[in-house]
């Protein structure tokens, strides 16, 4: 199977901040890394599909990037609705594992 | 509006068997060239997301996790719109929320694998095992 690790694991951040989470699969993926927001007790959301292309009707605060093997989420200002964890999943080939994923929480 | 409708909540014994459901509205479920799936996601409490392995309803093509494959089954009703997850003997260790959802997947031919994402999720579905 594709391992897929994130950093960090945790962060705290205030409303307004620009925030960046990483994700790195184990081996190539080309750009097939997705990116889920999930709040608690509520089902994942997709919002980033493909490294880079967002999702309809998500926030274009949202962004996704690749270089090689490593991807990126970025926030450009968090807003108090994105508080939540934050999973990278690839979706190269099955199965299509999922980051042990990124909690943003209030500082 | 797409929607992914699953079952309710089960409290169960260990040994016992269930099989909770996903129905599918407001998109093409068994199309052969939509190329939409149906895929379970597990999580337990307090952890992240286990792809558990998902279902072509048109033609039935299913794919596993290593992880998953002979402790679950995969099946769909197409003349219903609903898939469903199974188990023939549970354990305490089932103990989640399983999620169904979406997969938007195009197949590659060469390498006979699926690529994509799951854009679309049910509401989850807790499932207890205790004695």
């Known amino acids: 199977d594709i391992q897929m690790t994130q950093s960090p694991s945790s962060l705290s951040a205030s409303v307004g901040d620009r925030v960046t989470i990483t994700c790195r699969a184990s081996?190539?993926?080309?750009?097939?890394l997705n990116w889920y927001q999930q709040t608690p007790g509520k089902a994942p959301k997709l919002l980033i599909f493909a490294a880079s292309s967002l999702q309809s009707g998500v926030p274009s605060r949202f962004s996704g990037s690749r270089s090689g093997t490593d991807f990126t989420l970025t926030i450009s200002s968090l807003q108090p609705e994105d508080f939540a964890t934050y999973y990278c999943?690839?979706?190269?080939?099955?199965?299509?594992?999922f980051g042990p994923g990124t909690k943003v929480d209030i500082k | 509006e797409v929607q992914l409708v699953q079952s309710g909540a089960e409290v169960k014994k260990p040994g016992e068997s269930l099989k909770i459901s996903c129905k599918g509205s407001?998109?093409?479920?068994?199309?052969?060239?939509?190329?939409?799936?149906i895929g379970w996601v597990r999580q337990k409490p307090g952890q992240g997301l286990e792809w558990m392995g998902i279902?072509?309803?048109?033609?039935?093509?299913?794919r596993y996790s290593p992880s998953f494959e002979g402790q679950v089954t995969i099946s769909v009703d197409k003349s219903i719109n609903t898939a469903y997850l199974q188990w023939s003997s549970l354990k305490a260790s089932d103990t989640a929320v399983y999620y169904c959802a979406r997969g938007s997947l195009h197949y590659d031919v060469l390498t006979d694998s699926v690529k994509g994402p799951f854009d679309n999720w049910g509401q989850g579905t807790l499932v207890t095992v205790s004695s």
């Open positions: 407001g998109y093409s479920f068994t199309s052969y060239w939509a190329g939409y799936w």
């Open positions: 279902i072509y309803p048109s033609d039935f093509d299913t």
């Open positions: 081996q190539s993926i080309g750009s097939y």
């Open positions: 999943q690839q979706g190269f080939t099955t199965p299509f594992t």
